[in-house]
C-alpha cells in the first residue's frame, strides 16, 4: 500500500514530499522487515523516537514521528511528522493498513470477568455455526489461530494485525477484551464495535489511573467513543453504575440489553448451586427458561448472562443458544479444576488478583467445602499498592488457612508485598517460593478440604525483576497431585 494512502486522514505538519510502497506498519522497531513504516510513538514509559536508528537498520523506509526530532540525512528513508496526539492517529493508520477485518467484532470491558465473557461469547458463536476467536488476556483462542499470553487489549498495530490474520483464515466473528489502559489510549479505535458489554467495576490499576473516578471513566470511553452509535451495549444492572452507563448509551443513541437479577431483558430469577454447578431460572425478554450451567459460582452466571446478551445484540434470541448452556466450558485459569487428592481434597486454580475477584472466589468455594478453606495468593509488583492489605483482609475473613506467597513481583522487593498483605492476615503462612507455597498447601490437605491457588490463572511465567522464571500453576499442581497420589 502506499504511505499516502496509509496517512489518509492523519494531520501532517507538511505534505508529503514523494510517495514509497509500504510492505508493514510498526511500533516495535524490533520487528521491523524491510519496506516498513515505523511509527515512532512517545509511550508512557519510553519514547520510540529513541529506537529510529534501530528501525532503519532494520529496514525501514519510512518513519512517522511526533514533537521536535534531528533528522539525519539518509535519502533512503522518507521522514514524516505528524501533528497532534499520535494514538488515535495509530489507530487510523492501523484500520487503512490492515484488511479485511472479521465481520462481527464485539469488546467486554469491567473490572472482573472479561476473560471468561470474551471466550463464552466465543463458544456461542461458533454453536450458532460461525468461526468465532476470542483475543486476551489468555491470548488468541480460535479454531485457526491459537497464540498464548497476549496483553489483554493488544496494541493498535498488533490488535489489527491479528485480525486480519483471522480475517483471511475464515473468522467471521472475534470478542475483545477491552482494558481500561487499552480503551484510554484508542487501541481500539478504529474498529467498527457494534457490540460492547460491561461486567463489574471494582477497584485495580490505579497504579495507572489514580483514582477510581479516573479508572470508571477509561471504561466508559468503550461506550462514549469507541463503540458506533448504532451499536448495542450489554451492561450488569446490578451495578451501581448501570444507570451513569445507561446514560451514555441512551444519549448516542446505543441500544442497551440489561442482564442480572435487576435485569430487564435478561433477568436471573433463581440460582440454585449444586455439586455439578448451578441451575438457573432466567427470563429472556419476559419468556422463563431453566437452564443447567456446569460451572460453580454466582460471577460465572452473570458472566453467561452478559455472553447471551452479546450474542442476542448480534445475532438475536435463539433456542440453540439456550441449549447450549449446559455444554459451557470454563476459560481456562478461571476457576480451574486442577483435580483431586486421593483423600477427596480438590485443588482448583484462578486467576483472581483482585480484591472483588478474591471475595467472590472464595465466597464461592466456601458453599462447596465441607471442612477447610485453603488459599494460596500473593500480589504483582509495581501495580496497585493500595488493594494488598485488602486481600489480605478478604483472606482472613473469608479462608480457614492462607499462605501468603509471591506473584510476578517484578522490579519490588517480594518480601515488603509479602509484608503489605501479612498487615490484614498476620496468621497466615508466609513461603516465599510459589512452588513450595503450592506444595506446602497440598501436603496439608485433609479429606473436605479445598484449596484454591489464586492470582496467576493461566500465566506461563513468574516475572522477578527483568527476568520471567517459567512457571505454571496448573501445571505445578497437577504434578504434586500426581505425586501424591502415586
Known sequence: MLLSQILSNISLKEPLVQDVEISAVE???????????????????????K?????????????????EYIKPNISEVLFVQSMGDMRPQIAQIAKNFYKPLPSYISAITGTNGKTSIADFTRQFMKHLGYSSASIGTIGVVSDVLTIEDTLTTPD??????????????????????????????????????RVAGFTNFTQDHLDYHKTMDAYLKAKELLFSRVMEADGTAVLNADIQEFKELE???????????????????????????????????????GQYQKVELPLIGEFQAMNVL???????????????IIDYIPQIKGARGRLDLVGRLSNGASVYVDYAHTPDALENVLKTMRHHTSKNLWVVFGCGGDRDKLKRPIMGKIARELADKIIVTDDNPRTENAKVIR???????????EIEDRIQAIKYAIDQLQSGDMLVIAGKGHETGQKIGSKIIPMNDIEEAQKILKEKNK
Open 27 to 49: 511500533i516495535d522497531s524490533r520487528k521491523i522487515v524491510p519496506g516498513s513504516l515505523f511509527v515512532a510513538l512517545e509511550g508512557t514509559t519510553t519514547d520510540g523516537r
Open 51 to 67: 529506537y529510529i536508528p534501530e528501525a532503519i537498520k532494520n529496514g525501514a523506509i519510512a518513519v512517522l514521528y511526533t514533537g
Open 156 to 193: 493498535s498495530i498488533t490488535l489489527h494485525k491479528l485480525l486480519q490474520e483471522l480475517a483471511v483464515k475464515g473468522v467471521d466473528y472475534v470478542s475483545l477484551e477491552a482494558s481500561s489502559v487499552g480503551i484510554e489510549q484508542y487501541r481500539l479505535d478504529g474498529l467498527k464495535i
Open 247 to 285: 446514560t451514555i448509551c441512551r444519549q448516542r443513541g446505543i441500544k442497551v440489553i440489561s442482564y442480572g437479577y435487576n435485569g430487564y431483558d435478561l433477568h436471573l430469577c433463581k440460582r440454585i448451586p449444586h455439586s455439578q454447578g448451578q441451575t438457573l431460572e432466567i427470563k429472556i425478554n
Open 306 to 320: 452478559c455472553a447471551l446478551g452479546m450474542i442476542i445484540a448480534i445475532h438475536g434470541f435463539s433456542g440453540k
Open 419 to 429: 509484608q503489605e498483605i501479612l498487615s490484614e492476615c498476620p496468621q497466615a503462612i
